[in-house]
């Protein structure tokens, strides 16, 4: 009952917290989203979280700031103070009347996120434990901002260094802890939660105004039912799962098996089908359910490369119900709810009245100041809580602006400068402001790589997005008949042909000048395992690895098709009046959908990975598709919801009705993944243990000795720490991982990832080793001294690691702590 009470009350506070944020920040909402229909509220808290995260991180980055309660109420109170500035009292009465008159919007939008918050806090307390995957890693970060005097953070895992990653989202999950008061392990599973709420609620928002905003639900808004059709948003986002789980209920049934006479099982399907484990015989006897180790995987692992002799290599394609359900609180996961309001900025452009923007040096820009403000900030952010996303996010921005302009005016030189310079100025603005991350900041990545050999299966691509594909395609369809624009499908198609020709092309250039350079041309016969091959070998082994497994391209070439026949199709072109041609904004309802800007920005996610990647340690295309692939998910569900309802209102006659139950079909096959593999991760709903949603408890009940240790050290002086090296996704790094002390090491391939080499680590790991093993005091001291290490931790695993001389340490160091397996040294050095 006393762990239930300290889960309601962290619940309850971090509820109230996130709602006292949003309502703060709704002015701001009310102010830079005017032209959506929800006028941003379902955005609110997300931008609240964001705001009061970026004053915080900035003013302690410069020092004005320390990282404690107090500072955390100041940067509230500026929020407070902004929100006040921007709208002033008669803004505040216009804010009271429109809630007034939105009341169910309001109501509706308060549902999704209380019911959305309350779903995954249960989840998460059926199955709370921080250990496993990158959990560790990542409560890591959170303890080292809690216990760092300022930004940027200490890095827990290598002593001296700030933390070299974009730590954004683990500063934002910090500062709800602190705020609330909970222990980190609890704020931890509360962050994923949250996440999910927010980002339930910012899947509601896009759906609702993308239907709000076209003639199809101008006359449908005052109607209550209209209302709940946006819940097919967070459903396609957050639920809806890639088709292995449907297969998985296949396998295990033994369907398409048979059994031949030496009593071996045998399946053409399962083999051409080719994703590992299903390729196996399913256990007997058959049943509906998968009983393998850990079924609820390979549904991230549905994707397979394979190098030029054959060999796979391993691919992840994470979806967001996969994300949820591991409850890794990874970067990509923590920018989710902000590249939705991404997608809100783009569709408040889009849809904006505002004719002319400001001016610099005589020059007029395609923005307002205020306006590029916002903008970077809450863009900017997407480069500081997930890299990956900003760019791509810039060019929604920036196409939306485009489309909307050209819809309007003739496509001159005038409009691409135009465009060309909202990008740079948005991309600009995003990384001025967040300067200081980027000062501090080393990444693995490093330019782009060729993807000659690598190449999507169709039935591979068609397995992960088909639930997303499906209704999008048929609504591209329809909208196809309906625009009369069959004829114009036949046209552009060529110039879609043309545009993966030229990518194809583009690749197999850049393929033949990086052969050409020695030192390039051995990593990349590394990577395809291309030994002793000429690079017309390879040439056209990409060639036909297309040709035969042409499933993907030919999806890919189709949807462009019919995004270029929309996108392309004829408006009439207001004039003013000495008869030129107007470059004013023009009518809402004039323009093509929106929704046809989000799809080819998820498309685009989709087609780069098939002709270049990015270069980093892993050395194939593992991280890009784990990148992209995610980030177009999340574009393309918002896409799927509002076709699927779209198409199962409007087209009619006996065809279509055949689609539209092709469309329930493939909805339900989506929908097994999440209840069958819920119920096997969390081990029935945790029925047969208790809950808690301290993700910490794990470790108090198997290891008491060291948890008692770790907390008495948690409450003394900061200061560097030395443990026990290991390897990734192993219980190494276990002392600072709680503590948030950092060590000297912690998991070297994470820290190698993070700084692209090993140049930082140096002789770590040796040196640990050293101190531990030597019986020199003098030797050990001289580490001691090089590092400044403070506590000299000993328990189990160090003693399991290394031959440890522990006589050194008692003749020259105070014993601070000693009880059961545990001892801890304390030097005389400075704390950290």
């Not at 996969?322 to 590249?339: E, I, K, N, T």
């Not at 390879?538 to 189709?558: D, F, I, K, M």
């Not at 391939?749 to 140096?762: A, D, F, I, L, T």
Request: hydrophobic letters at 50%.
């Amino acid at each position: 009952m006393d762990s239930f009470l300290h889960d309601l009350v962290g619940f309850v506070s971090w509820y109230l917290i996130a709602t006292v944020i949003g309502l703060i920040a709704f002015p701001l909402a009310f102010k830079f989203l005017p032209n959506l229909r929800d006028r941003g509220y379902t955005f609110t808290r997300a931008i609240g979280l964001l705001i009061w995260g970026f004053l915080f991180w900035l003013l302690t980055s410069l020092r004005i700031l320390e990282n404690n309660v107090a500072s955390l109420l100041i940067a509230l109170g500026l929020l407070l103070l902004i929100s006040w500035v921007i709208s002033g009292p008669k803004g505040i009465r216009l804010i009271a009347d429109w809630l007034g008159d939105n009341t169910k919007l309001v109501i509706t939008t308060e549902i999704v996120f209380i019911g959305a918050f309350a779903l995954w806090a249960f989840i998460r307390s059926t199955n709370p434990e921080i250990s496993g995957t990158e959990k560790p890693m990542e409560l890591a970060f959170i303890n080292a901002i809690l216990r760092s005097p300022g930004m940027p953070p200490n890095d827990p895992w290598l002593s001296g260094y700030a933390i070299s990653y974009y730590y954004f989202g683990y500063v934002l999950v910090a500062m709800l802890t602190r705020l609330s008061g909970v222990l980190s392990g609890m704020g931890f599973n509360l962050a994923i939660a949250l996440w999910f709420a927010l980002s339930a609620t910012g899947a509601y928002g896009i759906v609702f105004n993308l239907l709000a905003l076209g003639n199809w639900g101008k006359n449908r808004t005052k109607k209550g039912g209209f209302y709940s059709l946006p819940i097919f948003g967070p459903l396609f986002l957050l639920i809806v799962s890639n088709l292995e789980g449907f297969l998985e209920i296949l396998h295990a049934r033994g369907l398409f098996w048979r059994q031949l006479s030496d009593g071996s099982w045998v399946s053409p399907f399962w083999r051409w089908l080719d994703i590992l484990d299903l390729t196996d015989q399913p256990q007997l006897p058959f049943g509906w359910l998968p009983t393998r180790y850990l079924p609820w995987w390979r549904a991230s692992r549905v994707l397979q490369d394979y190098d030029l002799m054959g060999a796979p290599r391993e691919i992840i394609d994470e979806f967001p119900q996969f994300s949820y359900l591991l409850a890794d609180l990874h970067p990509h996961l923590l920018a989710m709810p902000f590249v939705l309001l991404g997608i809100a900025l783009a569709l408040n452009l889009y849809h904006t009245r505002k004719k002319r923007g400001a001016s610099l040096w005589g020059i007029r820009l395609p923005i307002q100041w205020s306006d590029l403000l916002f903008t970077g900030v809450c863009l900017g952010g997407l480069g500081f809580l997930n890299i990956w996303d900003f760019p791509f996010a810039v060019l929604l921005f920036t196409g939306a602006y485009l489309i909307k302009r050209s819809a309007s005016a003739y496509v001159n030189f005038r409009l691409l400068v135009d465009g060309m310079l909202l990008f740079f100025l948005v991309i600009l603005t995003g990384v001025v402001l967040y300067l200081p991350f980027y000062l501090s900041f080393s990444s693995q990545a490093g330019g782009l790589i060729p993807s000659l050999i690598f190449v999507t299966r169709g039935a591979h691509f068609w397995v992960m997005f088909a639930p997303l594909l499906v209704p999008v395609i048929a609504f591209l369809i329809w909208s196809i008949q309906r625009e009369k624009a069959v004829r114009r499908f036949w046209r552009v198609l060529l110039v879609a042909v043309g545009i993966m020709g030229l990518l194809f092309v583009a690749m197999v250039l850049a393929g033949w000048i990086a052969w050409a350079i020695p030192v390039i041309r051995l990593a990349l016969e590394s990577i395809f395992n291309a030994q002793g091959q000429s690079y017309l070998t390879v040439a056209l082994e990409s060639l036909q690895r297309r040709l035969l497994a042409p499933g993907t391209w030919l999806t890919l070439l189709g949807l462009l098709a019919g995004l270029i026949a929309l996108l392309s199709r004829q408006k009439s072109i207001s004039s003013n009046s000495n008869g030129s041609p107007d470059e004013s904004y023009p009518p809402i309802g004039r323009k093509p959908d929106f929704f046809l800007i989000v799809m080819s920005v998820g498309i685009l996610l989709l087609v780069i990975p098939e002709f270049f990647y990015l270069r980093d340690q892993f050395g194939w295309r593992m991280n890009t598709i784990f990148k992209f692939y995610f980030h177009a998910w999340i574009l393309l569900s918002t896409c799927a919801a509002y076709a699927f309802i779209r198409v199962l209102s409007e087209p009619r006659g006996r065809g279509w009705a055949v689609i539209r139950a092709g469309l329930l079909i493939v909805l339900v096959a989506s929908l097994v993944y999440a209840p069958v593999m819920l119920d096997e991760k969390t081990n029935h709903f945790g029925l047969i243990q208790p809950r808690t949603l301290n993700g910490n408890q794990y470790f108090i009940e198997l290891y008491p000795d060291e948890a008692q240790a770790i907390d008495w050290l948690s409450l003394q002086e900061p200061g560097i720490v030395a443990e026990a090296i290991g390897g990734s996704y192993t219980a190494y790094a276990r002392v600072s991982t709680l503590s948030g002390f950092p060590t000297v090491l912690g998991w070297p391939g994470h820290e190698s990832q993070w700084r692209g080499g090993g140049e930082e680590m140096g002789s770590r790991a040796y040196d640990i080793e050293t101190l531990y093993s030597t019986t020199d005091w003098l030797e050990a001291d001289s580490i001691i001294k090089q590092y400044g290490i403070q506590y000299i931790y000993l328990g189990n695993l160090e003693w399991s690691t290394y031959p440890v001389s522990q006589l050194k340490f008692r003749q020259n160091l105070s014993v601070v702590y000693e009880q059961g397996s545990v001892v801890i040294f304390k030097t005389l050095q400075n704390g950290g």
